[in-house]
């Protein structure tokens, strides 16, 4: 009888071990706290191996193992844009009231002390934007993605003073190519610059979405009562938006534009998926009938940085759903991946920073830099599926591995 | 030594002695208790890893605090007395506290739990020691190991069958691996726990 005991006791004792991790639950609890993440709400770009994100209102570092101060943000007229080789970009308001910049080096910033005016003026960067007066710029924001493309709306002094008309109010839409950066950090290129729609929001890469003469995809309406269009570029170099027009008449439940890309835009209705292609129409994506209930929130993009193909992840109530690009293809279907997340594993996505291997890194809002991990194999549920976790260098390869360029 | 273990003796068996010639309870009385509270981090024991102190106290974040908050804890309990002063039982607990980063951390006790009862009657001092099988989870794994409690209360009987109480405990989980010895560490609780008890 005793050793009946001892036998299911060391059973169950070996089954429950850990043997994926080279420390014990506890050990894992005392150094999991040791990374004390903060809130992460952007994510600039990576300078020296490290990071560089705004958290709980200001700006910080990562290096792979614990998230490093390094200025203050809170009250200040300046904000980070992005970081690039060995600089972080700032912009800030003018006494005139427009947007001007300026750059810091890592150990040029106090995380104790605001950046002096005379700092900025030493260290002042100008913004080259295609074909307009950069002096002239009144408002601007930056959207970046993942660390590849930095995606700018912005509104010049003069923009739509003569237009009376909403309609008719324009924007400008850019695109700042990391690469075209002047080596001596003292300026940077906006190019690609479109004028569009005042209404327009950047909804992907290289993707606009409009919403045309008055028109909107009204929650709860069952019908589209006016045309709504979308806009894309084929490619970053294109000089125009190429449009696509879903007609009135288009049932719409809800409106949520969830991703868009290329030629193709994926909105969220009532929970399922709806892809609009050039044809306009709309078109059910049926991940095999899943009825998923959204997030607040909850988009996720994540470019394969080699060949900029397409990988959407959503998050739904209790997971995290990624397809590939490959669902466009009927004769090649890939089933979704279904990651099931708990509630303490809750994702706001911050930020996609890369992948090594099957996988990848995500800069989240809350518990810091999590990855997903894919696998190819199929379950007995006939769904592919994947896991999530904090990350930890010690298993998931070095910080480094993950970043654009080291792909 | 002796003289301090035998007054501590004394101290606990003294209110026994006393009252000892009109115990409440019989050979095959039961007793069921609802256990809530909250439990604090004490300690904890690290001697394998070299970039940590061997031993941290406390909640808090800092490298010399345990690095877990204060959590929460549920419990229920059946005790069946073997004389009108000893009782033994089970108790299936549930506890759980967050690490610093917010993720959360869970204990499940799986306890055989032996009560001496010295002070008895509408008013009663139970110790109690517990011991068995814990399961705890944090973040994707999870391990089992073993478990002990050390509890004294106090509790008043509003009527013949019906009890609150008061309780406070030490709660210590060793994480124990045959092979992988730079994984073990304890862990100890302190519970400040409620409980609502039924006699029969």
Known sequence: MKKAILIILSALMLL??????????????????KKDYRAIQYVHGVIDNKII???????????????????????????????????????????????????AKLNELDPTKPITSDFIKEHEVTAIIDGHDTA????????????????VNFSLVGDNSAVTDPNDKIRHYGVVDRTLIATDGKSFTISNVADVQSTFGIVGNSALAVYQEDSEMADGSEYLTNEIAFFYKENFSDQNFNKITVATGNKVD????????????????????????????????????????????????????????????YL???????????????????EPYVLDISIENDLQTACWIGKNGNKYLFATQENGFRIIELSDT???????????????????????DYFPSST | MKKALRFLLILIFLPGMLFAAEPYYDKGSQIFSITAGVTVPMMYYNPYEEEA?????????????TRHTVGGIGAISYQVFLNPYFAIGGHLGFQFDFSVSGTVATYVPIYVKATYVPLQGRFEIPISLGAGLLYTSFNDFSKLTFGCELE?????????????????????????????KTKISTMMFMPITLTVSYRH
């Open chain 2, 152 to 180: 004294v209360g106090a509790r008043y009987f509003i009527t013949d069958e019906w009890g609150l109480g008061l309780n406070a405990s030490f709660h210590v989980i060793p994480e124990i691996y045959s092979s992988e």
């Open chain 1, 316 to 334: 739904y109530e209790d997971g995290i759903y990624i397809n590939d690009e490959s669902y466009k293809n009927s004769n090649n279907i890939h």
């Open chain 1, 53 to 103: 994100l705004t958290a709980d209102n200001a700006l910080y570092s990562f290096d792979g193992s614990a998230m490093t101060k390094e200025a203050i943000l809170v009250g200040q007229h300046y904000s980070p844009i992005f970081a690039e080789k060995d600089s972080i970009y700032f912009q800030y308001t003018t006494n005139d009231g427009n947007v001007a910049f300026f750059s």
């Open chain 1, 16 to 33: 429950s071990c850990n043997l994926d991790s080279s420390q014990g639950i506890f050990q894992q609890i005392y150094n999991d706290s």
């Open chain 1, 136 to 151: 002239q710029i009144k408002q601007i924001t930056f959207v970046i993605q993942n660390l590849d493309t930095i995606q």
């Open chain 1, 254 to 313: 809800a409106d949520k534009i969830i991703a868009g890309y290329d030629g193709e835009f994926l909105v969220d209705m009532q929970g399922h998926f709806y892809n609009i292609e050039e044809e306009g129409e709309l078109g059910r994506i049926d991940l095999d009938s899943n009825d998923l209930i959204p997030r607040k929130n909850n988009k996720l993009l994540v470019f394969d940085d080699t060949d900029k193909k397409l990988k959407i992840g």
């Open chain 2, 53 to 65: 102190p061997d031993l941290t106290f406390f909640p808090g974040s800092d490298e010399n605090t």
């Open chain 1, 378 to 400: 199929k379950e007995s549920n006939g769904k592919y599926t994947g896991s999530i976790h904090q990350y930890n260098a010690e298993n998931d390869g070095q910080l480094s």
